[in-house]
């Protein structure tokens, strides 16, 4: 029972957990020169999660799945009331391992001098274990108590290098932000709590929808919690207006840092999306609906616009993450369900795209302490193989043929015109192609700019070389064979 | 070779993974060699074409998407045939035009291999999402063409460029979204073949500025096409390109990319929605006419060779709209014609311009004179390819300019009229810009050692004056292959355009 309905659902979960602690129990002896095993620990609990979630994934179902309330102990009852599994949450479950894991090898090489850099594995894997417990909340209380445990770890790693007056300024705004946004979320988590009762989603869900059938429109204490939740979440997920944050940290933050903020924690923020806007509201979505709509449009254009205008990569890509926040809202709205395997394409495809990509900026970061975008200048041709990859990585992020950026961009516009929505697609092309231009940007310097100096970068990480070069293929190899990313059915 | 359509793919495909990791002189005949390859599997396809039969031919699909019914599939009919030959046989050309680039050579013929790909499977593409891909695939070699290995404002010319063609084709993307969405809800089933979209249905009710939804996607498709033709006035990005473009880029921008516009508006635009194309007639019709003679008025005010055959371009590229617009066999014909015309004379006068320059550094008339003493065997391909560009009988040009304003005098004879003085302007652009490069005195001491046309020169400028001719004498030997399907053409689409 213990093993069967507990250890093993959530095993992925618990083997980040595990590691975690271990390395802090390492941490406590004395092994300061030992980083090299330290990173390799830290490696295997992230290669242990994904290799548990493919498991997990290859044995569906599992009999935790039917569980019913009244069937298990007391105890495992109440586990499952928190802890929710399907191929969705497996799915997300993957993403997060992946990114994990790539982040752990490009900042292994970012803070390699670093004093505090067994302190970065730990803080990762924590993050990591929190954001699996976020996409698999079932109860209101878990998502917020997993996402202040993905947040903490984060502020602390977006502030790591303490001499850094702009690393600072990022945590702390950060964390003011973040923490507004998670006061928001507890209100909006109150309300719904004094209206049903119940801080259990799929209750939630049921009191809606029979609610919903009874009168067409709904209590106004639910609605003003959707407003909350609306709010705080779209803090999260760097929305506008809520997105003022997003440029100031993304760009103070260590590089690799911005990756994985950028992929992983924004992969998790979707989650929590679906979690509450699929998971809880779906019944509410004409009420919800035009309003993402909008905020997905303007999230887009000034994502976009202001990207236009920047000059440096870091802060450049940092507004380009946020219409892609906007791009993935009207998935958000145009999917269902039982399509939503397309969203999941578009995070990991864009995830994977800016993990490789802040780990190049990391490089450059590292060997010149400057992250213009003159510094590219050339690079194409100075370092042909990290310049091809940084130019699929501007190519795939605009989303043009042949890259899987293309694909995943269309298929979620698609699936909104089909949703009735071709106004909202024109407007989205319109302002991807205003995006176009910066992302080009990255392509003219690379190639068509002269280097004033050689910027030396030498191969020293191979590993973490390779890792970029997965990426890089990633953006290639799933535009040609999409239906490994769950395509069709989860 | 069971499937020949494939290795016209693979072929620069596999040059491109070979050329990587070898050197920088021997990249270049290998590139010069895959791309000859090529051209003999575009002739296998070329003899094992079935003239006789209208449809696609030499089929072949992959499944890419199973649950949206996605394949990348291939297939050649009398629309595509010739544009693939012309392609094939550009590529090489425009590869040994490169041949004297210093500046990172391999990268430039990883570039036209890529472009080889992206233009023979944008004409190959049955599938509406593999044309799509193939479409904007084109445009990032094309980018790197212009904006690495191009004049002083190159990266102007290639930004330039690539945002007036993306531009055109997001539209178009929203209005294959919507014909997908529209042919599952009224079929029941997915499908990205091109050709089932023409049984899309469309409702009349206006949704958006007085326009009902074929009008809408109609226009977005063209737009698209229009850009790329270019038709006027959306032409403005043709002149840069071209003047910034190296030889090679030039050659292929000019003779097939340019294409592919009008290749659009004959594969999707006007069989997709046949009844918003003939309301839309008047205008484009209009608006070749304008470009006919605007292109070739402002040609005529060049003192640059290169932007006079660029701009001859927009003059040329109109008479091909037109000819598609008066919607009867010979127009269809003459512009089918054409487009290879102009592939081949405006590839071989940016190959002779780019000759000049190479040796010169100059491309204005002021700085030549009487190169007819000197180089004279330039001069008598550059007065060839001038005498096809203006349609002198007995040479490509002819035929088609002729089949197209035959069929517009029996359309409208107004529209044959005003397209007549295109052809005496172009006369007169092209005999001014002759005189004065060739003829007259000597007035330069730089010009007086030149030397004349090297070997790499022949082996590029004879093919192209061989076609020329050949398709000046008897273009019958060369129509009579894709005949039928223009024939079948208006006929089918009258069907179509009657159900609705």
């Known amino acids: 029972m213990f093993t069967e309905f507990f250890l093993y659902p959530s095993s992925p979960v618990l083997v980040l957990l595990l590691t975690a602690t271990a390395l802090i129990g390492l941490e406590c002896l004395p092994l300061d020169h ?20 493919v498991l997990l994934w290859k044995a569906w179902p599992i009999p935790y799945s039917s569980v019913g309330y009244s069937g298990a102990e007391a105890w495992l009852a109440e586990f499952y009331r928190s802890y929710f599994l399907d191929r969705q949450v497996l799915a997300f479950f993957l993403g997060i391992g992946l990114f994990t894991f790539l982040s752990l090898v490009f900042m292994n090489f ?60 990022a945590a702390l705004k950060y964390f003011l932000f973040g923490s507004f946004a998670s006061v928001l979320l507890v209100f909006g988590i109150a309300f719904l709590y004094g209206r049903y009762g119940t801080l259990n989603i799929p209750d939630i869900l049921n009191a809606i929808q029979t609610m919903s059938v009874d009168s067409p429109t709904p209590k106004r204490l639910t609605l003003a919690a959707l407003g909350l939740l609306l709010v705080g979440v779209g803090f999260k997920i760097g929305l506008v207006p809520f997105h003022m944050w997003i440029p100031d940290t993304y760009q103070g933050a260590p590089s690799p840092v911005t990756g994985f903020m950028g992929s992983a924690v924004k992969l998790a923020g979707f989650g929590l999306v679906l979690r509450l806007f699929w998971g809880m509201f779906l019944p509410l979505i004409d009420q919800w609906g035009p309003i993402f709509d909008t905020l997905a449009i303007a999230t887009m254009f000034v994502g976009n616009i202001a990207a236009l205008v920047q000059d440096n990569l870091k802060r450049m890509f940092a507004y380009s993450s946020i219409s892609h926040a906007g791009y993935l809202l009207l998935g958000v709205t145009s999917l269902s369900p039982e399509n939503g395997s397309l969203l999941y394409y578009y995070l990991l495809i864009y995830g994977l795209m800016y993990l490789g990509l802040f780990a190049i900026i990391a490089f450059i970061e590292y060997y010149t302490k400057n992250t213009e975008i003159y510094q590219i200048s050339g690079m194409g041709f100075t370092h042909p193989f990290l310049g091809l990859y940084l130019a699929l990585f501007a190519i795939s992020g605009a989303g043009i043929p042949p890259t899987a950026g293309f694909l995943a961009k269309y298929f979620i516009f698609l699936e909104a015109v089909k949703a009735q929505k071709t106004f909202l697609v024109v407007l989205a092309v319109l302002s991807s192609l205003i995006g176009v231009y910066y992302y080009l940007r990255v392509v003219v310097y690379l190639y068509m700019k002269e280097s004033k100096e050689r910027i030396a970068l030498p191969v020293s990480h191979r590993f973490a070389f390779f890792c970029i070069f997965l990426c890089a293929l990633s953006q290639v190899y799933f535009a040609f064979s999409p239906s490994l990313l769950g395509f069709g059915k989860w | 070779m069971t499937t020949p359509l494939l290795w016209l793919i693979a072929i620069p495909l596999i040059g491109i993974f070979v050329c990587v990791p070898l050197s920088e002189r021997l990249s270049k005949m290998v590139a010069l060699v895959f791309s000859l390859l090529g051209v003999i599997v575009s002739m296998v396809v070329w003899c094992q074409f079935d003239s006789a039969s209208t449809g696609l031919q030499m089929k072949e699909s992959w499944t890419w998407i199973s649950s949206f019914n996605i394949h990348f599939s291939l297939g050649v009919d009398g629309l595509s045939l010739p544009l693939v030959m012309l392609t094939k046989l550009m590529v090489p050309i425009a590869i040994l035009s ?152 030039s050659i292929l921008l000019a003779a097939i990319l340019l294409k592919m516009g009008t290749y659009g508006l004959l594969r999707f635009s006007i069989p997709i929605c046949p009844n918003a194309f003939q309301q839309c007639i008047p205008l484009l019709a209009g608006l070749s006419l304008v470009g006919i003679i605007y292109g ?76 007819a003493q000197v180089l004279p065997k330039f001069s008598f391909f550059l007065v060839l390819m001038a005498c096809s560009s203006m349609a002198v009988p007995g040479l490509n040009g002819f035929v088609g300019e002729f089949l197209i304003l035959l069929g517009a005098y029996k359309t409208d004879r107004w529209w044959a009229m005003i397209a007549v003085t295109g052809v005496v302007f172009g006369a007169i652009y092209m005999l001014t810009m002759v005189r004065q490069v060739l003829f007259g005195p000597v007035t330069s001491a730089e010009n007086r050692n030149l030397k004349d046309l090297g070997i790499s020169d022949w082996c590029s400028l004879l093919p192209l004056a061989a076609f020329i001719i050949a398709l000046g004498i008897s273009p019958g030997f060369f129509m009579k292959k894709f005949e039928r399907s223009l024939d079948q053409y208006w006929s089918s689409f009258k069907r179509v355009s009657h159900v609705h």
Not at chain 1, 34 to 52: D, P, Y
Not at chain 1, 122 to 132: D, T
Not at chain 2, 190 to 214: A, K, M
């Open chain 1, 34 to 53: 030992w980083s090299r095993g330290k990173f390799c620990v830290a490696i295997g609990g992230a290669v242990a999660s994904i290799l548990l979630s």
């Open chain 1, 110 to 169: 970012h803070f390699q001098e670093h004093e505090l850099r067994a302190e970065v594995f730990i803080l990762v894997l924590f993050v990591a274990s929190g954001m699996m417990l976020l996409v698999s909340a079932n109860s209101l209380l878990m998502i917020f108590l997993a996402l202040e445990f993905l947040s903490l770890p984060t502020y602390i790693l977006v502030g790591i290098q303490k001499r850094d007056k702009a690393s600072g300024e």
């Open chain 2, 98 to 249: 490169s041949f004297r680039e210093t500046r990172k050579p391999r990268a430039f013929m990883i570039c036209f291999l890529l472009l080889d790909i992206a233009m023979t499977g944008t004409f190959l593409a049955t599938d509406i999402f593999a044309f799509y891909i193939f479409w904007e695939l084109m445009l990032l070699p094309m980018i790197l063409i212009i904006g690495v290995w191009g004049s002083t404002e190159r990266v102007y010319a290639s930004l330039k460029f690539f945002l007036f063609t993306f531009a055109g084709s997001v539209l178009m993307l929203v209005a294959i979204f919507w014909l997908f969405t529209a042919y599952q809800s009224q079929l029941g089933f997915y499908s990205s073949e091109i050709s089932s979209f023409y049984h899309v249905v469309f409702s009349s009710e206006p949704v958006f500025l007085g326009l009902n939804r074929e009008a809408l996607i109609f226009l977005a498709f063209t737009l698209a096409f229009a850009i790329k033709i270019p038709l006027f006035p959306l032409h403005t990005w043709l002149p840069d390109a071209h003047v910034q473009a190296p030889t090679g880029g």
């Open chain 2, 296 to 371: 070739a008025w402002v040609a005529f005010q060049q003192s640059d060779m290169k932007k006079l055959v660029a701009y001859s371009s927009v003059s040329h590229l109109g008479f091909i709209v037109l000819g598609i617009c008066v919607m009867n066999t010979e127009g269809l014909s003459g512009a089918m014609l054409q487009m290879i015309n102009h592939g081949l004379s405006t590839g071989a006068l940016f190959l002779l311009v780019g000759f000049l320059y190479e040796r010169r550094h100059s491309r204005n008339f002021a700085d030549f004179g009487g190169l």
